[in-house]
């Protein structure tokens, strides 16, 4: 089924991080892995600490909050109730919102109030300060809004989530599932596209949508994907020491030559 992808050369599993300190990271904080079925603050507050470790080291970041099963939950209660997949949205919107509030009462140095408008992110950078987004505009994700954030401050993407990067087959399903160490932006979206068209539901082995590696792909944004749960990792990724999880990065040395 992913033939395309038994033949990659499987590089090393430990993947090299991003670098030098005062660069900037657009940090997309899944809602299932935060809310998976309640919310986990536990986790919250190691993330947060990581952040705020992170900033102090001079790294620079801005933030998108994910909704998890509190969003699901909500979503289906309007559905219910007779509403349309947009007013659904909205109120994903709402709930990222307040997750995204949970996070800036975590951080030492983030902007007091949950941002919409992408043109503040900048200017609240360089006042010293986080800014935090949950959802912007019905139809897309906070992966998606975290995309546009890292296309808009010419920053690396990192996606934490519920599994450790992008996989080949579902492996919640699948025992022979490989974590695919290193991909090109093509190949995402291959990926995802392929897992798109073979069930309506959302995929755990491809945890970012088209919108989102659309918009990863026309900039070429640098992006890692890796496990919420692990933050020495993910502060591994971010001093760009060695990490475990999938890197996205058209470099010569990821492109495949062979058909998506
Ligand atoms: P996400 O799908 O981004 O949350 O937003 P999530 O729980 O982090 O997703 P995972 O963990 O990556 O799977 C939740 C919902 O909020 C609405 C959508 O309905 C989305 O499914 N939303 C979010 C929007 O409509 N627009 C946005 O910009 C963001």
């Not at 809310?35 to 620079?60: F, H, M, Q, W």
Request: charge should be negative; proline fraction near 4%.
């Amino acid at each position: 089924m992913f033939e395309m992808f038994q033949n990659y050369n499987e590089p090393a599993q430990q993947q090299q991080g991003a670098g030098s300190s005062n660069q900037t990271f657009v940090l997309s904080i899944s809602g299932s892995s935060i809310v998976p079925d309640r919310i986990n603050t536990a986790l919250i507050g190691k993330i947060c600490n990581s952040i705020n470790n992170l900033y102090s080291e001079g790294y620079k970041f801005a933030l998108s909050v994910g909704g998890g099963r509190t969003c699901r939950d909500y979503a289906s209660a309007v559905k219910a109730l007779g509403s349309n997949r947009f007013l659904q949205d909205l109120i994903g919107i709402e709930i990222t919102r307040a997750n995204a509030m949970l996070v800036i009462n975590a951080l030492d140095r983030a902007f007091p109030v949950v941002l919409s408008d992408l043109l503040r992110a900048r200017e609240i950078i360089d006042a010293g300060k986080i800014p935090v987004y949950g959802g912007i505009i019905p139809g897309y994700t906070t992966d998606a809004v975290a995309a546009v954030l890292a296309e808009h401050l010419n920053a690396t993407f990192i996606n934490i989530t519920n599994v450790d990067g992008i996989y080949n087959l579902d492996p919640r399903i699948s025992r022979s599932a490989k974590l695919i160490p290193k991909m090109s932006h093509e190949k995402l979206l291959a990926v995802i596209m392929r897992s798109a068209g073979e069930s309506a539901e959302p995929s755990q082995h491809v945890v970012l949508d088209i919108p989102c590696a659309l918009l990863l792909k026309r900039s070429k944004i640098r992006t890692f994907v890796l496990n919420a749960e692990d933050t020495a990792n993910l502060e591994a990724a971010v001093r760009g020491q060695e990490f475990k999880g999938t890197v996205v990065e058209s470099t010569e040395e990821n492109e495949v030559p062979e058909e998506l």
